[in-house]
């Protein structure tokens, strides 16, 4: 079963999902990834990191890590905070072209065109990777594939943050 993605977007709505798009319309605000440094940070920087980012920075370093790979990051909001206030390393990934203007921010550690269901990881000893809301994106199997390709290449922690907290009306809403 895939979780369906239930935003209603404000430019060219349509089943299939353009994330390129997306990421370059200003109208799509929570998507939209800004053309200048400056703009994403205008966007990103938040004066208090949020309870859920500061919890997810406490368990990576209480489990002795010291890099982060995100894998489908998107426009990387959370991936910026967990940069700002902890001393991770800090590499975020995804596979639109909008991977390339991230890219030239010169914010994060690294910053990699990635197709998570065909490239290898480019992991490290000590590298926890973050799946943050790609839930919507994969059906079960695809998601079982990413799963094992990250368990046979050693990972030993997987941080997987959910699009929606599973709740009984949400499952309802798949088999709608």
């Not at 200003?26 to 990103?44: F, H, I, N, S």
């Not at 790609?134 to 290449?153: A, G, S, V």
């Amino acid at each position: 079963m895939k979780v369906k993605h239930f935003s209603i977007f404000n430019v060219n709505p349509s089943k299939e999902i353009n994330w390129n798009n997306l990421r370059d319309e200003e109208l799509e605000l929570p998507y939209y990834l800004p053309d200048t440094r400056e703009k994403y940070l205008l966007k990103v920087d938040v004066e208090n990191a949020s309870k859920t980012v500061l919890a997810m920075i406490d368990r990576f370093q209480k489990l002795g890590y010291f890099k982060l790979l995100s894998l489908g990051s998107g426009n990387a909001q959370t991936e910026y905070q967990i940069k700002k206030y902890s001393k991770l390393e800090v590499i975020v990934s995804d596979n639109t072209n909008s991977i390339e203007r991230l890219k030239t921010y010169n914010i994060f550690n690294d910053v990699l065109s990635i197709d998570i269901l065909k490239d290898d990881f480019p992991l490290e000893e000590k590298t926890i990777v973050l799946l943050h809301r790609i839930d919507t994106e994969f059906d079960d199997n695809e998601l079982k594939l990413i799963f094992n390709k990250l368990k046979n290449t050693g990972v030993k922690h997987i941080c997987f943050v959910p699009t929606n907290p599973f709740a009984l009306n949400i499952l309802l809403n798949e088999f709608k």
